[in-house]
């Protein structure tokens, strides 16, 4: 895992970038404790090894991808099973684990930049795994059509890799429509907000880079999986899986 140092960054977009939407008004101030966070997403072999430790709330199925390979992001996966992931580390190691908040999440996707990307201001599919249309005025990439290993680009300045594109990542925060009476403090997002989904971070294989950028956000039904869908934990404490 990745020691993430906190710290105070501007969370959601500015006005003038291109392709936001007021799902990420209004920018905002957050201080963000120091944490640990899973330097790659949760791999099918990191996932097997987890599904084979005794249950804590509900049965995980062992092989859930639809794209197989050990050193491929697992996917297919609801946030009810991330979390059941995270209470099984808890149980085995005694250390907490969970899924991060949104804050979290973009502060350490951002790792101090302002950019729409962490990597600036557009992408390619040369630093990112997504469906290779266009977001400004780089050339149309190259679709892969599937998850790739974990690591497979550059990570960030934290040393965070697959934080744009590959899988969508599950965050601890229940759905709401915009930042407005926001925690400012780092925290997970729970009150007030639509318990019936949640939010995820950082676009997949198949979106639009527009989906992949650093502030943008999306809801799911907490019970849906689907092959684009993923999570990485974070910690208190660190503890390499």
Not at 65 to 94: I, M, S, Y
Not at 108 to 136: D, K, Q
Not at 140 to 164: A, E, I
Request: with cysteine; proline share 7%; glycine share 10%.
């Amino acid at each position: 895992m990745v020691d993430i140092p906190g710290g105070s960054f501007e969370m959601g977009s500015p006005a003038d970038e291109p392709k936001r939407g007021s799902r990420e008004d209004p920018q905002h101030s957050v201080t963000v404790p120091p944490f640990f966070m899973g330097k790659y997403l949760v791999t099918q072999a990191q996932w097997k090894a987890v599904a084979a430790m005794p249950q804590v709330n509900r049965k995980l199925n062992p092989d859930p991808a639809r794209f197989k390979g050990d050193n491929l992001p697992v996917e297919r996966v609801d946030w009810h099973d991330a979390v059941e992931f995270c209470d099984r580390l808890l149980q085995h190691t005694g250390r907490i684990y969970r899924l991060p908040s949104e804050a979290e999440w973009e502060y350490a996707c951002r790792a101090g930049t302002i950019t729409p990307f962490h990597f600036g201001e557009t992408i390619t599919t040369e630093l990112a795994n997504y469906n290779g249309s266009v977001y400004r005025q780089e050339p149309k990439g190259k679709s892969r059509g599937r998850t790739t290993p974990v690591g497979s680009f550059l990570p960030n300045r934290f040393g965070l890799y697959d934080m744009h594109g590959n899988v969508r990542e599950w965050c601890a925060d229940h759905w709401h429509d915009n930042y407005e009476g926001a925690p400012i403090d780092g925290s997970a997002w729970i009150e007030g907000g639509d318990g019936s989904r949640r939010v995820l971070r950082g676009g997949s294989w198949d979106v639009n880079p527009l989906l992949c950028r650093s502030a943008y956000r999306v809801c799911l039904n907490p019970d849906f999986a689907n092959n684009d869908g993923g999570f990485r934990v974070v910690s208190s404490a660190s503890r390499t899986l």
